[in-house]
């Protein structure tokens, strides 16, 4: 198994629409056919030292292996996420952990 964290800070003068045409593209990636699991989230209301809440969303995605996670990097549901929201990211980190 492999999982894919994306953590994504958005843009500051991005709209209220903006972000709900954002996380509509996210739940899209459930699509992609290698998808175990997914989660989009945005940070908990957690105050301690050690959490970062600074992004704007966060999206976990499963894959049975890695082969699953290249199908997802190539596919066009991916392609076309990236397209039309690449502009609103001031900044992206991923993790991906096995």
């Known amino acids: ?3 894919h964290h ?3 800070w958005l843009k500051a003068d991005t709209t209220a629409d ?3 045409a954002f996380k509509k593209g996210l739940e ?6 290698t998808v175990t699991k997914i989660h ?3 940070p908990a209301s ?9 992004y704007t969303f966060s999206e976990i995605v499963f894959f049975e292996d890695l082969a699953g996670h290249d199908v997802y990097q190539a596919h066009p549901i991916h392609i076309a996420f990236l397209d ?12 991906d952990a096995i």
């Open 1 to 3: 198994m492999i999982a």
């Open 6 to 8: 994306v953590l994504f």
């Open 18 to 20: 903006q972000k709900n």
């Open 28 to 33: 899209s990636l459930e699509k992609i056919e």
């Open 40 to 42: 989009i989230g945005v």
């Open 46 to 54: 957690i105050d301690r030292a050690v959490v970062d809440t600074t």
């Open 84 to 95: 039309e929201f690449r502009g609103f990211f001031e900044k992206v980190i991923i993790y």
